[in-house]
């Protein structure tokens, strides 16, 4: 069966620091893979999607990248956190453009201070 | 613009019926999703409707006009684990997931 980690799940952090934060999916092969981030009381905002190796669409511009080094795994990074990064950060995935539902990691919550 | 509403809070009694209702505007349609998602986790998948009608599965339903770009999902016999955020998403033309805010449901004894 098709499994999906992320992590850390919790983090706190200071203006102006790194981050990275990791998903690897486990159990199928050359998925779409997803970061979203959620604020309160707001829709799942799409930051980074992925269809294969290397291949990366921005969806909205921030101090956010995304990279996916492995067919499995997808990184967020950021070089300087900002107030505003902080959120509830979501990796998911699905198999193919047009299927159907996606499959979310547990989250990390960032806090930055 | 892509726009989908549904109410921010509902209150329910445990055992009773509630109906979430989910509106949209997108650019195309491919589909509608509901998920649950409980505080602090991640959303788990409920439900998903192409075709108009009613969609039922267990205690929960769902329930799609495309003509009127409604949606609902009807949970019958509430539990106390039901008090949750559902999340209505709509699939565009571009097959990209566009996500209401979340209905936030409490359950009361």
């Known amino acids: 069966s098709q499994t999906i980690h992320q992590w850390p799940a919790t983090l706190v952090q200071p203006v102006g620091s790194p981050l990275s934060l990791e998903c690897t999916v486990e159990g199928t092969s050359n998925p779409n893979l997803y970061w979203y981030r959620q604020a309160a009381g707001r829709g799942l905002q799409l930051l980074f999607y992925s269809v294969g190796i290397g291949q990366i669409s921005s969806e909205v511009p921030q101090n956010l990248s995304a990279s996916r080094p492995q067919d499995r795994q997808f990184i967020l990074s950021s070089k300087k956190l900002l107030l505003s990064d902080s959120g509830f950060y979501l990796c998911a995935w699905r198999i193919g453009w047009e299927a159907g539902e996606l499959f979310f990691g547990e989250g990390s919550r960032l806090t930055v201070l | 613009g892509q726009n989908i509403d549904q109410p921010t809070e509902m209150t329910a009694t445990e055992g009773a019926i509630v109906q979430i209702n989910c509106t949209y505007q997108?650019?195309?349609?491919?589909?509608l999703f509901w998920y649950q998602q409980h505080a602090g986790e991640a959303p788990t998948f409920l439900s998903y409707?192409?075709l108009d009608g009613l969609e039922e599965k267990g205690r929960f339903s769902s329930f799609l006009s495309r003509s009127k770009g409604y949606s609902y999902l009807l949970l019958k016999e509430l539990q106390m684990k039901d008090s949750a955020s559902y999340l209505c998403a709509v699939r565009d033309s571009n097959y990209q997931l566009i996500w209401g805010a979340g209905t936030k449901l409490i359950i009361k004894p």
């Open positions: 409707n192409v």
């Open positions: 997108t650019s195309g349609f491919n589909g």
